[in-house]
């Protein structure tokens, strides 16, 4: 009766109340008698606070309260926890010093929070936060990670400014298989630290009710479940009962709107203490200071090969820099969703990683778009091409040497690939980047004046995050299953919710389109809800694509019981015997006969139970699952940029980017093609735009948007997507997840056409018409 | 200091007393409630603020309310028919996925109908360029620039 949903171009439901201006985002929601609150920041990278007056500001006008770091202690307002617990090369965990809420005798880096002013408008709340006097004895900053070991110590835990030293693989053997390698190629290179930038910044709204004795925070937030337990549970003492978290309409995540951030925690502690609503908006300047940052590695990478090219083994040595604080997960991103994804699309047989990671006066650092897998796609990609440049080998013969070809495939730093076919995806994109004719269009570039490059990246990512005892056995603090709920109405129509989050990514489409074409229903008949505690039984949010797999998977089992109960009841109303009854695209029939239930008769049975199995089956039509992966999901791809470098200005200019990429079954090819050019616009601007830079007193130099060039639409092509399709082995559906794969491939792809359109071995990200141009001057 | 400002937002006269130094964004989020023009930065660079001034593409976070004394204000809640239909550049953004998170969205569709009115037809290159005070974190401009040319090309022949 109804066509396949699942696999349809399906517009979005969401985007009407988009594009008449009636989403509602946080800063959007007004409450009754709100007052307002600006923070006080710190000017310095790295000082002790002698003193904090804030008389002055006490009385300017409009101000209801400010609050220090003072007032927080007193009422024994916690620091932020970290979610993930690494323990390093001695077996020592990791050093974990306290984030204060706001700064506690010394500020840590530039932005951070050292007081908070409330007041009637929020006008009004800047002007005296201007009034707001510090008294700073500054010290000096440590800002260059690799220099942060020799430094003075930032946090008394932590003397040499080292978080820990953790490795992975088998050192010994690593080594051993370099003395006997015929080449070895060497790079040394950074991943450039970058800044999220999701064009809502952050805001967050609390009230507190004392009828209810209940707070409500409205945040913009990827994981409201998540931001609700680590404030109640670690920060303010709360019942979680006590506390509901709203994350409405949210103007993208990309990482940064996971973790909890202390203006989340002020403003709902103040909101008790006054008695109405506190909100808090950020200025994108205080984006760029206070929402966590991402990448920053410095890395050496080696790959040995033999003489046929065959790779023999991988060591990699990386500093990490995690910035001032442990931001919510930044310790598992260098270290767990980094060094596990070296093997690549590979069978090097060994593999052997160390991270040193350290703190400096700089922003906290943490996930953001692919977390871990860009920075690890990047040394294997950049290595692999230069590998083949140095052998004189064609850089795809060298990967099709090493494609592992045989799953399920154990690597040798502890994943298990269930299926995948690299071949596949590099055919694909070699086809539609139309390779074969690229020296014909070099020699064209070259009488304009322009280089011509080429670069590859077949990247691997680990997604649907996570197993949960895996996790946890790798430090990890809390589970990673995701929750959801169906309630069939009485009528036969169907609300679903769900413990993902959607910033963007359509879950009220794809979810829906789920649902319905499970059910046999029409999209119509389906709604899909997120993003408020209140509603939700639970979730862990939206973060490392994980919402289709694991969150789409707990949907796929409620579904299952749903039409568990129906056949139960349609068999008392069919007379038939339960074992008969079959489901079938939204009617429950009796195999092999022309009888059958449709699926609003049976909800309808269910609410009104007259006729009905009162003594053996409750009445209603409701039911909700967890649902705990057991992998991780695998999506891989090929991608080929091709450039052009301007002879006499070094600027680049994409003038193709192709992407093949394998998500498993793929629910709504719009969506997901939107996912891919939006992650390779991402992956393009850390490769050519986005470099965000510190001077030697840790002041940040980009900290605005005309500082900091996040990619315009004249920056990026038109690409070229496809996808092919090697189900997931492991959950219902066969997804694998999509939103990361154009960030975590694009870098490498770019840079690898670069170095080709110049013939030499590196240039630094992101190449920046200066940077490329010395890069060719240097070169000649 | 309060001053008295008054204009028509969306067809209507408006007006209320609002310290000098408010922005046009913040009247027309705070005062009027009209939430769908938003705020991405401090600088003037993503245009998510972007509205109609007596016809032309400007962007609200840029100017005080003063300034607009006596215009014609529309923003993204006045584009659509009254009776709730998308204008022509609505839908073509709804058609081609031209947005994600939405945060962008009524900036970029405020910008592209005043682009459309002088380029009916216009080339991937020309929308390029015209975006160039609109960003997306989202989409990577793709399916923007799609919508764009669709919406243009649908305005042109529904005025015939």
């Known amino acids: 009766m109804n066509a396949p949903l699942i696999g349809a171009r399906i517009q979005r439901k969401e985007d009407y109340r988009f594009l008449t201006g009636a989403g509602q985002y946080t800063d959007d929601v007004a409450l009754p008698n709100q007052a307002h609150a600006a923070f006080v920041r710190s000017p310095h990278a790295h000082a002790n606070i002698r003193k904090v007056s804030v008389d002055k500001a006490r009385k300017a006008p409009g101000v209801i309260a400010v609050y220090t770091g003072a007032e927080l202690a007193a009422a024994k307002v916690g620091g932020l926890p970290c979610g993930w617990l690494i323990t390093d090369v001695k077996g020592q965990p990791m050093k974990e010093p306290p984030y204060p809420v706001l700064a506690q005798g010394k500020v840590r880096h530039v932005g951070e929070r050292v007081a908070v002013v409330i007041a009637e408008t929020a006008a009004q709340a800047r002007d005296a936060a201007e009034l707001v006097e510090v008294d700073y004895q500054t010290l000096p ?44 190629t060497k790079l040394d290179f950074v991943n450039n630290r970058l800044v999220p930038n999701a064009i809502e910044p952050r805001s967050a709204n ?39 978290v709203v994350a409405p309409d949210v103007g993208g995540g990309f990482g940064s709107k996971i973790y909890l951030y202390p203006e989340d925690v002020v403003v709902t502690w103040a909101a008790k203490l006054l008695n109405r609503p506190v909100k808090w908006t950020a200025d994108r300047s205080e984006s760029f200071v206070s929402d966590a940052h991402g990448r920053d590695h410095v890395t050496s990478a080696e790959l040995a090969l033999d003489q046929d090219g065959k790779f023999l083994a991988m060591r990699v040595r990386t500093t990490a820099n995690l910035g001032a604080y442990l931001s919510t997960f930044a310790s598992c991103i260098p270290t767990i969703l980094y060094a596990t994804l070296l093997a690549g699309q590979y069978t090097t047989p060994v593999i052997y990683c160390e991270v040193t990671a350290v703190f400096t006066n700089t922003t906290p650092v943490d996930a953001y778009r692919g977390a871990g897998r860009p920075e690890a796609t990047y040394v294997v990609e950049r290595l692999v091409e230069t590998a083949a440049r140095e052998m004189k080998m064609d850089p795809v013969e060298i990967r099709r040497r090493n494609f592992i070809r045989s799953f399920p495939y154990q690597t040798p730093v502890a994943l298990n690939y269930d299926t995948g076919n690299y071949e596949a995806t590099l055919d694909a994109a070699m086809k539609m980047a139309d390779v074969k004719n690229f020296k014909s269009r070099k020699e064209e570039s070259m009488r304009r004046g322009k280089y011509r490059g080429l670069g590859y990246a077949c990247y691997i990512e680990a997604c649907g995050i996570a197993p949960s005892n895996v996790a946890g056995s790798l430090g990890a603090r809390a589970g990673l299953f995701e929750a959801g709920e169906v309630r069939v109405h009485p009528t036969g129509t169907v609300t679903v919710f769900t413990g993902s989050h959607s910033h963007g990514q359509g879950h009220e489409t794809s979810f829906a389109q789920v649902v319905a074409d499970r059910l046999g229903l029409s999209m119509e008949q389906v709604e899909i809800v997120h993003g408020d505690t209140s509603k939700i039984l639970f979730g862990m949010g939206t973060y490392g694509s994980r919402s289709i797999a694991v969150g789409g998977t707990a949907i796929v089992k409620a579904l299952d019981k749903i039409v568990a109960k129906g056949k139960k009841i349609a068999a008392h109303l069919l007379e038939a015997s339960e074992a008969d009854i079959e489901y079938d695209r939204g009617e429950f029939k009796v195999a092999g006969t022309d009888k059958k239930k449709m699926f609003g008769e049976v909800a309808f049975a269910a609410y009104v139970p007259h006729n009905y199995p009162l003594d053996k089956l409750e009445p209603g039509l409701n039911e909700n699952a967890f649902y705990d992966p057991t992998n991780f999901t695998f999506p891989a791809g090929s991608y080929v940029c091709e450039v052009e470098v301007d002879r006499d200005t070094g600027e680049t200019q994409i003038v193709a980017f192709t992407a093949v990429d394998d998500f498993g079954k793929v629910i709504n090819p719009m969506i997901v093609e939107g996912q891919v050019h939006g992650g390779l616009a991402q992956g393009i601007g850390q490769a050519l735009t986005e470099g965000c830079a510190y001077d030697a007193s840790g002041q940040l130099l980009t900290g605005s948007l005309a500082d900091y060039c996040i990619p315009r639409a004249a920056d990026v092509p038109l690409f070229k997507v496809d996808t092919r399709e090697t189900p997931c082995t492991h959950n219902p559906l066969g997804v694998k997840g999509c939103g990361e794969a154009g960030a975590i491939g694009a870098p490498a792809a770019v840079m690898n056409a670069i170095t080709d359109a110049l013939g030499v071995k590196d240039v630094a990200m992101p190449a920046t018409a200066q940077t490329v141009w010395r890069s060719m001057h240097k070169a000649a | 200091m309060t001053v008295k400002v008054s204009m028509k937002v969306n067809g209507k006269p408006v007006s209320a007393d609002v310290e000098a130094r408010t922005l046009l964004v913040t009247f027309i989020r705070e005062n009027l409630r009209l939430t769908g023009t938003h705020v991405g930065c401090d600088t003037a660079q993503c245009g998510a603020c972007t509205v109609h001034m007596n016809g032309r593409a400007i962007k609200s976070c840029s100017i005080v309310a003063m300034q607009a ?53 216009p080339s991937e290159q020309e929308v390029r ?24 090309r649908a305005m042109a022949a529904s005025k015939g």
């Open chain 1, 206 to 244: 609390a009230t507190y009710s004392r009828a209810e004795d209940g707070y409500t925070l409205y945040v913009a937030s990827q994981n409201p479940h998540v931001e609700r337990l680590l404030m109640t549970a670690f920060v303010l003492g709360l019942p979680e009962s006590k506390v509901r």
């Open chain 2, 69 to 121: 004394e006596g215009a014609d204000i529309l923003t993204i809640e006045g584009v659509a028919k009254p009776d709730g239909t998308l204008h022509p550049m609505q839908a073509a953004f709804k058609e081609n996925h031209g947005l994600q998170c939405g945060f962008c969205t009524p900036g970029m569709v405020m910008n592209a109908l005043d682009f459309a009115k002088s380029h009916p037809s």
């Open chain 1, 141 to 184: 900053a440590v800002v260059d990670p690799k220099k942060a070991s020799a430094s003075k110590p930032i946090h008394d835990i932590a003397p040499d400014n080292t978080c820990y030293v953790w490795a992975l693989g088998d050192k010994n053997a690593v080594d051993a298989a370099f003395a006997k390698a015929a080449h070895v």
């Open chain 2, 129 to 152: 360029e015209s975006l160039e005070g609109n960003l997306c974190r989202c989409t990577g401009y793709h399916n923007i620039v799609k919508s764009i040319m669709a919406g243009a």
